[in-house]
C-alpha cells in the first residue's frame, strides 16, 4: 500500500469521528521501518451482543490465538509487527463498563512477535479473524468477544412482556374509551376505537449500519448510523405505547450487526414485520427526499435501486463480517428463497402505507415503493421494508437528520404506516417456518 494512503489526513480524519471516543490513537507513525507492517489504530465496541475490537494495520500481517482458563484470557500473537504508541496505549484503553474485557495490553513476546492479552470478565467464545481494505479502511484484525451463552432475544422479550401486563391491560381500556391516548400533536392520525390487533404483534427494528461501519457520512459530520438508532428508538418508543404491540431493535448501540444476523435476529422472536432504517447519500448534495424499499425476487425495479441495494450490501464488507463462520448460514438462506412472493407482495403493502405517510412530512424522492435485492430485506416470512429517510448527503436533509423534530415526525409517519397495515392487514395466527437457527 502506498505511503500517501496510509497517511491520508482525510481518512484519519474520518476515522477519528468515526470511532468518536472510542478511537484510541491514529497518531501518524512517521518513524516506522519500512517493510514492517505497524499498527495504526484500535477502535473497540463494546456491547452487550458482543464487543469488538479492531485493529487497524498498513500491511498484511501473520496472527494466531488461543485461549486460556482461570483467569479467563484471549491470546493474540501478532508476527514482524513493529511494536509502536499504539500498541504501547492499550493498556488501560478499555472501558469500565465493557461487558466482556476486563483488560488488554500488549507486549513484546520474543524477538518478532508482539502478544496481545486480553483478561476477560467472563467465559467467552472469540472469533479472530482478518478483513481486507475496503472503503476508508485498510487492513484490519478484528478480535470479536462473543459470550458463551448469547442472550436468547425470544427469551427477553418474553420476560418483558411479562412485566409489561399490567400496562397493556391499562392501555386497552384507554383505547376502547374516548381514544384518550391519541397524542396531541399527531391529528392526522387514524386511531380505531379499539385495539388495531387482537393479538400481541412484535416489529422488528432494525437501525442501518453501527460499529465499524458508520453508513453514509454529512458533510457536517453527521453519521448515518447515529441517525439510524435514533429515528428507530423514537419508533420503538410510540410502538411500545400501542396496545398489543412490541418493538425490538436489531441494534441498540453503537457495534455492529451483519445483515444476515438482523434478519436472523428477526425470524427469532417471529416479527410480524421488519423495518430497516436508514439515511440516503448521494454524490450530488441537491439529491433530496425519501424512499421505501422492498425485496425484489427478479431485479430491481431502477438503475438506482440497484444501486442502493449494492451500497446497502456492502456494509458487511465495512462493518466486518467473518466469512468463515457465516457460510453455512448463507447455504440455508438459499434453500428459503424459493417462497418469497407472497411476503413481498405483503410488503409492497406495507411500503405504500409508509411511503404514503412518509410524502406528509417530507419530500418523496421516488413517488412509489421500490424493489431491489437488499439483503437485510430476506427474510422469507416476514414483511420487510427498507426507510431511506432522508438524503444526509443533502446539506440542509442532514440538518433534518440531526434535528429532533423531523426524528418524531418520521418516527410518527411510520408509526401511522404501520398501524394502516394492521388495520387493513390483520396478522393472522402465527404460523411459521421452522427455524434457520
Ligand atoms: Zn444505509
Redesign the pocket.
Known sequence: MPEDTRLDPSRRRLLRYAGSALVLSVTPLSSHAANRPAIIAVRIWPAEDYTRVTLEHDAPLKFNHFTVEGPDRLVVDIEGVEFNSVLESLAGKVADNDPYIKLLRAGRFKPGVVRLVMELKTRVAPQVFSLAPVGEYGHRLVLDVYPENPVDPLMALLEGRKEAVEPLKLDQELAAGKDAKAPAETPTAKRPGKAVVERMVTIMLDP??GGEDP??VGKRGTY?KNV?LAIARRLKARIDAEPNMRAVLTRDGDFFVPLQMRVQKARRIQADLFLSI??DAWIKPDARGSSVFVLSEKGASSTQARLLAQ??NS?DLIGGVNLAKTKDVFLARTLLDLSQTATINDSLKLGKYLLGEIGSINHLHKASVEQAGFAVLKAPDIPSALIETAFISNPEEELRLKDEAYQDQMAEALMRGIRQYFIKHPPGPKARMASIG
Open positions: 442501518g449500519h453508513g453514509a448515518e439510524t436508514h439515511a451500497k446497502e456494509a
